[in-house]
């Protein structure tokens, strides 16, 4: 081994503390979801959903390889570590406002993902949007996933659980797996998913692609993805699914993303 960030069986508190991590349930902990608004304990996490690693000078220190994780199904936050572990900042905390994290078990934040335009995508499943923020933890807004029920309580598993870009140098496309529709979302990333000083971007989707159901091309609990440098997209189902499939994009001259195919 490495690298270990955390320590095994043993969570933050939220408040400074430490509680033993001895749930059942696959995993959760007993109060998962309810008073982890900042995850005092920086050392420590509380079932973090995703990672992402910098490889690229670190904007208050530096370095390189700066780990950013979405440790989100119990304290509602963005950590960043060092390459070395090192406990570094944080940012987002609980709540419903443009720069929160809801609360409730679902992992929120339940992504993180860093673009080629040097900004932090975290989704914030169960209030169906993605905050953006700086590297250095400034937030810069929100992205909206249809059907974009920001703070009216009736966001169910929510839509936004995985965000990731196409591998042209510009990042011309955004894909957004929406587990409550069983739906994989295009986005023209360029022309439409930018938020800018805090308001919120409301994006319409060019496609999407699947739907609920056990077949190829459909999906049960469309959880995380992940895409090589082919373009090829691989989409993992939790719950019920318990499958990974790979989707091929299709591209025209220029570019432009025509179709996903099995």
Request: charged letters at 15%.
């Amino acid at each position: 081994m490495q690298l270990q960030i955390g320590q095994k069986f043993k969570c933050d508190d939220g408040n400074g503390g430490v509680i033993p991590c001895t749930g059942t349930g696959g995993g959760n902990i007993g109060n998962t979801g309810t008073n982890h608004p900042q995850g005092f304990q920086g050392a420590l996490l509380n079932l973090p959903a995703a990672l992402t690693v910098d490889p690229n000078p670190d904007p208050i220190t530096g370095q390189r390889g700066s780990v950013y994780i979405a440790d989100g199904y119990g304290n509602h936050r963005v950590a960043v570590f060092d390459y070395q572990g090192n406990f570094l900042r944080q940012f987002g905390s609980v709540g419903t406002g443009p720069d929160q994290f809801t609360s409730g078990d679902g992992g929120h934040p339940h992504c993180v993902r860093l673009g080629a335009d040097q900004l932090i995508y975290a989704c914030d499943r169960g209030q169906n949007k993605i905050n953006v923020y700086t590297r250095a933890g400034q937030f810069v807004g929100n992205i909206m996933i249809v059907p974009g029920q920001l703070g009216t309580g009736n966001e169910g598993t929510g839509t936004a659980w995985d965000i990731d870009f196409s591998k042209d140098p510009n990042q011309t496309f955004a894909f957004i797996s929406d587990g409550q529709n069983e739906v994989l979302w295009t986005f023209d990333r360029a022309g439409s998913i930018q938020p800018l000083n805090g308001v919120a971007a409301n994006p319409t989707p060019l496609r999407g692609f699947g739907r609920p159901g056990h077949d190829p091309g459909t999906f049960t609990f469309l959880h995380m993805m992940a895409i090589d440098s082919k373009g090829n997209i691989y989409v993992g189902e939790t719950v019920g699914g318990n499958r990974i499939q790979k989707l091929i994009t299709k591209t025209v001259p220029g570019g432009a993303v025509t179709s996903i195919g099995k």
